[in-house]
């Protein structure tokens, strides 16, 4: 049985909220696992890779229904499909300009935080009626992420979109997507231990069959005194796998489970629970126990997009209806771009977590500050150089 971690004397909840990761090195060598003894050596680790992106790739596609595009690396700044991660505008994107034509006709740039913007634009422009999505191999660059274990400024994603109904917008419909890229997660999981049978007789326990659903204010009425993240912490020693709803909608203590950006994902609309009580939003993160580092592992965010109605109040809830001047958000509101459902899926994240790692630069090429490297390499910890 997993022991129930306590949370940092210094953790509260509003500091809880203020952005991915540890906090210092410090606390990271304290939690980072010892006795560590890597399951694949990095040559079969690489040929685990690609199996197991090919399954998951090829799965999302038959699962949901999804054709894979090509993405931007980087968009104008003009556009604002840029996704700026959270609600405060504290994790910006690397911005610059693209001189061109001797300053005649510059571009300013800015290098893509993730793709969920950009997706609902491609829907219109790949002409995908409901029922049909796409799927991206999206690479990102964030910049303000504290490096650490399973954070790094490098991102990788299946960033995937899909054009629905209005008739779909709703918790059935979220939970079943949900279901399906479960059952896709799991399937590479079986490719991967076919390929390596070590990682099916380790000492780890296989996934779980199937994800519990929780909303997020259903968390907090059984952890009231502890801040997300140990609360994450505590329901996965129950669930080990979850699907957390309701992500963004301020809860009965003041606080969102987690900042989510008012323009994307729908955190506002009204829901019923299973008990019948009144909750709020359709959108949500796949958790995990990672049973390596012993610490919850987050999969994938994902959520039903905003309409006209649910965009406007997100911006004025959260004060940023400026945000209504880009065509990004006018084809939102004149109802141009269509109704969707979409979310990323953490590649290396993912990888991580079937492949029995400890560290997110075992499966991905990335900078790491030295000082984490040698913090790693102490615990039989090599991550990947460059």
């Given at each position: 049985m997993t022991t129930l971690l306590s949370p940092p004397p210094s953790l509260?909840?509003?500091?809880?909220?203020?952005?991915?990761?540890?906090?210092?090195?410090?606390?990271?060598?304290?939690i980072l696992p010892t006795g560590y003894d890597p399951l694949l050596t990095p040559k079969e680790t690489q040929r685990a890779i690609t199996a197991v992106k090919r399954a998951i790739e090829d799965g999302l596609c038959r699962e949901l229904d999804l054709m894979r595009v090509e993405v931007p690396l980087i968009v104008d700044a003009e556009?604002?499909?840029?996704?700026?991660?959270?609600?405060?505008?504290?994790?910006?994107?690397?911005?610059?300009?693209?001189?061109?034509?001797?300053?005649?006709?510059?571009?300013?740039?800015?290098?893509?935080?993730?793709?969920?913007?950009?997706?609902?634009?491609?829907?219109?422009?790949?002409d995908l009626a409901p029922g049909e999505g796409l799927v991206t191999d999206m690479r990102a660059v964030r910049k303000d992420y504290f490096?650490?274990?399973?954070?790094?400024?490098?991102?990788?994603?299946?960033?995937?979109?899909?054009?629905?109904?209005?008739?779909?917008?709703?918790?059935?419909?979220?939970t079943d997507t949900v279901e399906r890229i479960w059952k896709v997660i799991r399937e590479?999981?079986?490719?991967?231990?076919?390929?390596?049978?070590?990682?099916?007789?380790?000492?780890?326990?296989?996934?779980?069959?199937?994800?519990?659903?929780l909303h997020a204010e259903e968390i907090l009425e059984r952890y009231p005194d502890l801040p997300r993240k140990q609360r994450e912490t505590a329901i996965l020693q129950e669930y080990p796998a979850i699907f957390i709803y309701g992500i963004g909608w301020t809860l009965a203590d003041g606080y969102p489970h987690e900042m989510r950006a008012a323009d994307y994902d729908d955190w506002v609309t009204e829901t019923v629970s299973k008990d019948g009580r009144p909750m709020h939003g359709l959108n949500g993160d796949i958790l995990v126990w990672n049973p390596v580092t012993r610490?919850?592992?987050?999969?994938?965010?994902?959520?039903?997009?905003?309409?006209?109605?649910?965009?406007?109040?997100?911006?004025?809830?959260?004060?940023?209806?400026?945000?209504?001047?880009?065509?990004?958000?006018?084809?939102?509101?004149?109802?141009?771009?269509?109704?969707?459902i979409g979310g990323g899926i953490g590649q290396s994240r993912t990888l991580m977590y079937l492949l029995r790692k400890a560290h997110l630069g075992e499966v991905s090429v990335t900078v790491w500050p030295r000082v984490l490297k040698q913090m790693?390499?102490?615990?039989?910890?090599h991550v990947l150089d460059c």
């Open positions: 509260d909840k509003k500091a809880d909220l203020a952005g991915p990761g540890i906090g210092n090195y410090e606390e990271l060598e304290k556009s604002g499909v840029n996704d700026y991660l959270d609600r405060d505008g504290s994790r910006g994107p690397i911005c610059f300009r693209i001189v061109n034509d001797h300053g005649k006709n510059p571009v300013d740039a800015q290098v893509v935080q993730a793709a969920t913007k950009w997706k609902r634009v491609a829907l219109k422009m790949f490096l650490d274990h399973d954070h790094s400024a490098y991102v990788d994603q299946w960033d995937w979109e899909k054009t629905i109904t209005r008739a779909d917008r709703n918790l059935a419909y979220l590479a999981d079986q490719v991967a231990r076919d390929l390596f049978p070590v990682l099916g007789k380790s000492r780890f326990p296989a996934l779980p069959e199937k994800l519990e659903f610490r919850r592992h987050e999969l994938s965010s994902m959520g039903i997009r905003v309409d006209a109605d649910t965009l406007v109040r997100q911006l004025q809830l959260t004060g940023q209806t400026d945000f209504l001047k880009f065509p990004y958000h006018q084809g939102i509101v004149d109802g141009t771009l269509p109704l969707s790693c390499a102490a615990r039989n910890i």
